[in-house]
């Protein structure tokens, strides 16, 4: 390359070290310039993080200020959810947690989160949102309190079509989700059991493993068919042998 720095930089250098001085001054040359050509590249082969022979890594998926990437490209693959998607949905629950910390609304993780700390101590690879039980005395102060708080910092809280659950989103055109609930399930919350997940304590129910054995089933441990509504699995049946499924983790995927 013209500065001699490194491989990438006809990818990522400048419109000059990457065309030459005459093309590089040209204004009608769009598709050739480097920026292009890489979000093309990253786009048709749907990849989102590039590191390059400089050692530099470049992100070229959501962020906390667009639309998502899509959810059915993937989730419904057996794919991975995107990195930029995980991180979408990382930040929001670190978030949501200590805004409920600071203004004392009293939660739980529950769900497929709770599952992905007893499997991984993290979020799951594969799920496309994390699902909160807010106890029912402390529900009221999302609509009186959170969601104008969520608003003064950029998010967005919204409520559900069933009154039952407010939904946080990163914004208003970004569709990764916290769900907040309101559930029938009694827990007590001076005996929660605190879970590891993304190098964070959240709170849990008490003897979490039987909030688990009751969405999965007692086998939920174990190498099998995820646990899904009848209509989901009859419409997309997803099997174990499917790459980083749902609710299935093989023996090799399992911390030691």
Excluded at 115 to 122: D, I, Q, R, T
Excluded at 184 to 213: C, T, Y
Aim: aromatic content about 12%.
């Amino acid at each position: 390359p013209a500065s001699g720095v490194s491989p990438a930089e006809p990818w990522f250098g400048d419109e000059r070290s990457a065309l030459g001085p005459v093309l590089g001054a040209g204004a009608n040359i769009q598709p050739l310039r480097p920026g292009n050509q890489a979000k093309l590249f990253m786009e048709v082969t749907q990849l989102r993080d590039f590191t390059g022979p400089d050692g530099i890594t470049r992100h070229f998926g959501c962020n906390l200020g667009v639309t998502n990437c899509p959810v059915p490209s993937w989730v419904y693959r057996g794919w991975a959810v995107p990195p930029c998607c995980k991180e979408t949905m990382r930040h929001l629950l670190f978030y949501i947690d200590e805004v409920f910390r600071e203004v004392g609304v009293r939660y739980i993780v529950t769900d497929g989160v709770l599952l992905g700390s007893y499997k991984y101590g993290s979020m799951l690879d594969w799920d496309a949102d994390v699902d909160l039980h807010i106890h029912n005395e402390d529900f009221h102060l999302l609509e009186e309190v959170v969601q104008h708080r969520a608003k003064r910092d950029g998010h967005f809280l919204r409520k559900h079509s069933n009154n039952a659950s407010w939904l946080l989103q990163a914004n208003d055109h970004n569709y990764l989700l916290i769900e907040l609930n309101l559930r029938k399930e009694h827990w007590d919350p001076d005996r929660v059991w605190q879970v590891p997940i993304n190098g964070k304590l959240f709170p849990a129910m008490e003897e979490a493993h039987l909030n688990l054995s009751s969405w999965y089933g007692l086998s939920f441990f174990r190498h099998r068919l995820r646990h899904v509504p009848e209509w989901e699995e009859e419409s997309r049946p997803m099997y174990c042998a499917t790459p980083y499924h749902f609710n299935c983790v093989d023996e090799s995927q399992v911390p030691g």
